[in-house]
């Protein structure tokens, strides 16, 4: 299944807009909780081997909220299936 998405890493030799390559889908990963919490699951997400710690966006505070979030964005290729 992980070779169904490609990363969005800044070292990435892929164009970051979907314009350049039609067959790709966004795929995005939202995490909201405390910034302990985010922290541990970005964590948990390296140590599976789902996502390196850098290809998350930055820490950002939730409006009228203790909280914070973080995003990943991947691509899946179109006509995957789930097998």
């Known amino acids: 299944m ?3 998405f490609f990363s969005d890493s800044t070292g ?4 970051n807009s979907d ?4 067959e790709r889908e966004k795929v995005q990963f ?10 541990e699951q970005i ?3 390296y140590a ?3 996502a390196q710690v ?3 966006s ?6 009228n909220s203790d909280r914070v979030m973080t995003i990943l964005v991947r691509y899946r290729k179109l006509g995957s299936t789930d097998s």
């Open 58 to 63: 930055p820490l950002t505070p939730v409006p």
């Open 19 to 22: 314009a350049f390559e039609p």
């Open 48 to 50: 599976s081997g789902f």
């Open 30 to 39: 939202l995490i909201i909780s405390s910034r302990e919490g985010v922290q």
């Open 2 to 4: 992980a070779q169904e």
């Open 43 to 45: 964590r948990n997400f």
């Open 12 to 15: 990435s030799d892929r164009p």
């Open 54 to 56: 850098d290809e998350w």
